[in-house]
């Protein structure tokens, strides 16, 4: 199993540009995540999914949009970059409450730089 | 929503036990307490959870107060490997999709 993988690793903007990280998990888990990190601190929520086709804003969702595209896949948009948006993305993913759901997986991190 | 303070950093040898403070003062009925931490350059992952009694598991304890405002993480023998910056989080049960993450505890293991 590959857990949760994000693409790309690493990506450089312009200020006005858009793009579209992706995310991905194979442990059939119904909810995902998608929170940023900024230097020197803890993570923040933007957005998450808790089932297939439901997504719900997180602490700090301005700036961003999501898609749950189907359960193994959760993409996070960012329709025109601005430099506060320069951070660290993870994506994770968990079971469903009820089951082991206090557990989050992440994936390795998209860093994101916008000039 | 309840939040967590924590130690900015700490510092460990090599293979001595190491407690982990954190302090909940707001803590609701509802709320588990989590652990996660964050080697360099990765993403977080789980340690241990927590309502009210005591935890192990294999990697680490969990001490936590009577009355719930403060627990304590417990690393029986510090390795290098578990140099990291540890995180305390409330987590509803009621909303469980919502994780408070705060700055943590940068832990450091000298040799």
């Known amino acids: 199993n590959a857990g949760v993988t994000q693409t790309p690793k690493f990506q450089v903007l312009k200020t006005g540009q858009s793009m579209t990280l992706q995310c991905a998990q194979d442990?059939?888990?119904?909810?995902m995540y998608w929170y940023r990190q900024d230097p020197g601190m803890g993570l923040r929520l933007i957005y998450y999914?808790?089932?297939?086709?439901?997504?719900d804003k997180g602490e700090v969702p301005n700036g961003y949009n999501v898609s749950r595209l189907n359960k193994r896949e959760f993409s996070l948009r960012l329709e025109s970059a601005a430099p506060s948006q320069t951070s660290v993305y993870f994506c994770?993913?968990?079971?469903?409450?009820?089951?082991?759901?206090?557990?989050?997986?992440f994936g390795p991190g998209t860093r994101l730089t916008v000039t | 929503d309840a939040k967590t303070t924590q130690p900015n950093s700490m510092e460990s040898n090599e293979e001595e036990p190491v407690h982990l403070p954190c302090n909940h003062s707001t803590i609701s009925g509802t709320d588990y307490i989590h652990w996660y931490r964050q080697l360099p350059s990765q993403g977080p992952e789980y340690v241990i959870h927590?309502?009210?009694s005591n935890v192990n598991n294999r990697m680490a304890s969990l001490a936590i107060a009577e009355d719930r405002k403060s627990s304590t993480l417990i690393l029986h023998r510090a390795t290098l490997r578990d140099a990291a910056v540890y995180y305390c989080?409330?987590?509803?049960?009621?909303?469980?999709?919502?994780?408070?993450f705060g700055s943590g505890t940068k832990l450091n293991v000298k040799p």
């Open positions: 994770a993913s968990s079971e469903a409450p009820g089951t082991s759901y206090y557990e989050q997986y």
């Open positions: 999914s808790a089932s297939e086709g439901t997504t």
């Open positions: 989080i409330l987590r509803d049960r009621n909303n469980f999709n919502k994780f408070y």
């Open positions: 927590g309502l009210t």
């Open positions: 442990m059939n888990h119904n909810s």
